[in-house]
């Protein structure tokens, strides 16, 4: 994500589903930890189709109130969960908005909304209530979704992170190479080297500084890709270069031009789920050429990033696209998706949820940018943490290797720098 030159974008057109963000605290020690907590939720049943009665609700409202300015409010009586609620909610204030209602706190005209439920039905009633004049009522039925009951237990998930480095020059990745309770060994990539560390004596101490070969200059808005290797240190990917670091200390650095395809999901979070993607040697994105195949597909729009998520039977996969929209593909066709997010995704396996969550960057109102986790049941993403603010730009989000956590590069704004962190997502505080 790079904010500075337009590749940090929000993706437009969006309905916002989760309104609360986090406090931004930070303690500073020898690592920073910041943990943003919120109640949410874990969803098991297919969306429903809301649509039809937001539209017919909408008219009839504005049928008694005209194409005025009006003060809206919301009540949910019903079983449905926090999730749907909010769905319906935001469904009928566009639904409003598209036949001319605009609202505002100190309207004449207050609309209270009511989400009911009778044994057939769901019932929608709008109580309308002018400064003057008698009060109306309408209302509308929705069909119950046939099926099971979704089933929603309160699940508190937060975002965790811990400052591994920090450096003046660009940091494109880093991959810790060895730990036991915490990293305490990690390589550093840069434009032109990567530089391994240890921590010694409750400090990070440099080891050795190995220098990164190549013929071409590098394009703008530089991305780098640091993984660890099992028979040997790590591989770098770099735009139109590969470089394999070796086993035996000390270590040696091996550089050659390349177009092999970059990994963009470890073996180690599902076997079946390694794929490699085509970069773009003179640009900042992948060409779309994956490996493996998707369905009968190894073609998809071009993209800045991916994350990959396991279904019961299947995978999706969800790309952020170069034409700053949220896709989903399955080798049959692609679909836009209604998704808040940044150009950098990831996707991680946890313990919390649904078992899978995708990390996803934003960008606070006039503020620095920040991380959200998500689920996305039925291709519906929801957000299943809090904000977490981050101190300026970010530049990169990867999963990391062993796929529960992932890397975040920012630039600090103030001082210029650049810092790493692990980001976690943690299943209470």
């Not at 991959?175 to 010694?200: D, F, K, T």
């Not at 394999?244 to 650095?253: E, I, M, T, V």
Request: proline content about 5%; aromatic content about 8%.
């Amino acid at each position: 994500m790079v904010g500075h030159s337009g590749y940090n974008f929000g993706i437009p057109n969006v309905i916002t589903i989760s309104k609360c963000r986090a406090h931004h605290l930070v303690f500073r020690v020898a690592a920073m930890r910041v943990s943003a907590l919120v109640l949410c939720y874990v969803f098991a049943a297919s969306a429903a189709d809301w649509s039809v009665p937001e539209q017919q609700l909408a008219q009839k409202i504005v049928g008694v109130t005209g194409t005025s300015t009006v003060s809206l409010s919301f009540e949910n009586r019903s079983s449905l969960g926090r999730r749907d609620s909010d769905i319906i909610q935001n469904g009928l204030r566009s639904a409003l908005e598209s036949v001319g209602v605009r609202f505002t706190r100190d309207a004449a005209t207050n609309i209270n909304i009511s989400l009911s439920e009778n044994v057939e039905s769901y019932v929608w009633v709008a109580h309308i209530r002018p400064s003057a004049g008698e009060s109306s009522v309408v209302m509308v039925s929705a069909p119950r979704p046939f099926g099971p009951t979704a089933t929603r237990d309160f699940v508190p998930l937060s975002l965790r992170t811990t400052s591994l480095w920090e450096q003046d020059n660009p940091i494109l990745d880093l991959a810790v190479l060895e730990e036991n309770a915490a990293p305490s060994r990690i390589a550093v990539l840069s434009s032109e080297r990567v530089s391994i560390y240890r921590m010694q004596g409750g400090r990070w101490q440099q080891e050795q500084v190995l220098e990164i070969s190549h013929t071409n200059s590098w394009p703008r808005d530089l991305r780098g890709r640091l993984v660890p290797a099992g028979d040997h240190a790590f591989d770098i990917y770099l735009p139109g270069v590969f470089c394999q670091g070796s086993r035996s200390a000390p270590l040696r650095l091996a550089c050659h031009d390349s177009s092999d395809p970059w990994p963009l999901v470890g073996k180690a979070m599902v076997p079946a789920m390694a794929m490699w993607a085509t970069f773009s040697s003179a640009r900042n994105f992948f060409e779309g050429t994956i490996t493996p195949a998707v369905g009968n597909s190894s073609k998809v729009l071009p993209f800045y990033s991916v994350a990959l998520i396991q279904r019961d039977t299947s995978v999706l996969s969800i790309f952020s696209g170069v034409d700053r929209q949220v896709h989903t593909f399955d080798g049959t066709g692609d679909r836009t998706i209604n998704a808040n997010w940044g150009s950098d995704i990831a996707a991680v396996r946890t313990s919390c949820g649904s078992g899978w969550q995708v990390l996803a960057t934003g960008q606070a109102q006039g503020g620095p940018d920040e991380v959200r986790a998500y689920e996305v049941p039925n291709l519906d993403p929801v957000a299943v943490t809090a904000a977490l603010e981050f101190p300026g730009v970010i530049t990169a989000l990867w999963t990391e290797a062993r796929g529960d956590t992932a890397i975040v590069i920012a630039h600090h704004e103030e001082s210029s720098s650049y810092e790493a962190f692990r980001l976690a997502v943690a299943c209470s505080q």
